[in-house]
């Protein structure tokens, strides 16, 4: 398969990159995700492959471990996003860092049905949404969805979000 060494590449540093410190690893993964190799991934997947770089406040209020700050995309995952969110090609999943690191917003919940910590970052500019998740044991993060909010869908939501802000006014 074209583009298998790039693969092998990527999957023998994936471990590496919670270790380097942030600007070398979100340069790494911002590279990996501009090749053809994670482009043939997404279309096929096989593993994981990582996505963004969280910043330590983040992972720590998802209960990652210590030292676990890399987001990965998972075969299922990136399946589930074809399927739901066709509109978002391969190449866009570059857009994950900076939804990271230029969020609107975030916050940290828990999942209704695990009681798992989970981060959704918002970026209004480009209208992007993500969640990440750490696995039980806090060992991995897991981006679990990726989309863009409809132009029309954010400007409710940014109706909403004043209503709510003027009734705590009162």
Same mark, same amino acid.
């Given at each position: 398969?074209?583009g ?7 999957? =023998?540093?994936?471990?590496? &990159?919670d ?8 340069? &790494? ?24 770089? &969280? ?13 676990? !700050? ?16 066709p ?12 939804i990271v ?11 209704p049905?695990?009681?798992? !910590? ?34 029309e ?7 909403? =979000?004043?209503?709510?802000q003027? =009734?705590?006014?009162?």
């Open positions: 398969m074209p298998a060494a790039a693969v092998d590449a990527v999957r =023998a540093l994936r471990d590496k &990159l270790t380097l410190p942030p600007q070398p690893s979100v340069a &790494l993964i911002q590279d990996w995700l501009k090749t053809d190799a994670f482009v043939r991934w997404f279309r096929s997947p096989s593993g994981v492959w990582p996505i963004a770089r &969280l910043p330590d406040a983040d992972a720590r209020a998802m209960g990652a471990r210590d030292g676990v !700050r890399v987001a990965v995309i998972s075969e299922d995952t990136a399946r589930k996003q074809a399927k739901h969110h509109d978002i090609a391969p190449e866009e999943y570059v857009a994950a860092q900076r690191d230029h969020a609107t917003a975030k916050a940290s919940y828990a999942d049905k695990t009681g798992r !910590r989970r981060m959704i970052y918002i970026q209004e500019m480009d209208r992007y949404v993500m969640v990440v998740k750490a696995t039980e044991d806090g060992g991995e993060l897991y981006m679990t969805t990726m989309y863009r909010l409809h132009s869908e954010a400007r409710r939501d940014r109706e909403i =979000a004043r209503l709510l003027k =009734a705590k006014k009162k």
